[in-house]
């Protein structure tokens, strides 16, 4: 199984056309933002920080260059090749490594966890943005990469952004610059059920070791310039504890 012609080339065309200076594309926010604050969220859960962290969907490598500065290895893997361009040039000295990975595909993950063995996986923002069909497919990638020792944090908008994005989108000015591509490329978010993204985990046999909520920051400014938060809810899952 893999992801469709379409969606793989809406993404491939969406990261060719991106402008390449830090904070242009709408969820590039700065690792301080973003990766370091999630990283304060997951650290206390890491069974093993040794292990090799994979940033499923890394897009243009903003958040993996933080966690190449934290981590010993960390490779980031994403979708498209335009988007792995883009985070190679943005890492000159080589901290992370990059690859592509099509996440549904079961034995290109397979074959990653035999390259690296277990691994902490972070992954924000990736399941909204998935085809239906395709979510289940990466909850199980998420469990193959973490195997027995690994975790996972992953990030994800509540279902409510769906209807914030929406109304900025048809506002009288049209979607702000940033949102723009995003619908341009075919990639509007798709509706996540709140309850439905622990389930999807659960289902992979993973289990959640704790959650809560924190805003998806965007680069983007609403029509007041205040930034756009997104609504977003986090998970810290690990494999199922084997049973007596």
Known sequence: MSVTNRYRDAWEGFWRDAPQEPGAVIWDAAPALTAER??????PHLA??????????????????????????VVGVDLSPAALDLARRRDPAGRAEFA????????????????????????????HQSEPADRGPVA???????????????????????QLLSDLAHGPAGPPPKLRPVFAHGLAPGEVAD???????????LTVLASGDLPLVTTESGPDGRRIDLPAQWLVVGARPARP
């Open 48 to 73: 093993d920080p040794e292990l090799p962290v994979v940033d499923l969907g890394c897009g243009n490598g903003t958040q993996t260059g933080f966690l190449a500065e934290r981590f010993a290895r």
């Open 38 to 43: 999630h990283l304060a969220l997951f650290d």
């Open 100 to 127: 592509r990975l099509d996440a549904t595909d079961p034995e290109a993950v397979r074959a990653l966890h035999d390259r690296l063995g277990d691994a902490n996986v972070y992954l924000r923002g990736v399941i």
């Open 140 to 162: 199980e990638a998420v469990a193959t990469l973490v195997g027995a020792r690994g975790r996972a944090f992953v990030v994800e908008l509540r279902a409510s952004a769906k």
């Open 195 to 205: 309850e439905a993204f622990a389930e999807l985990f659960h289902a992979a046999g």
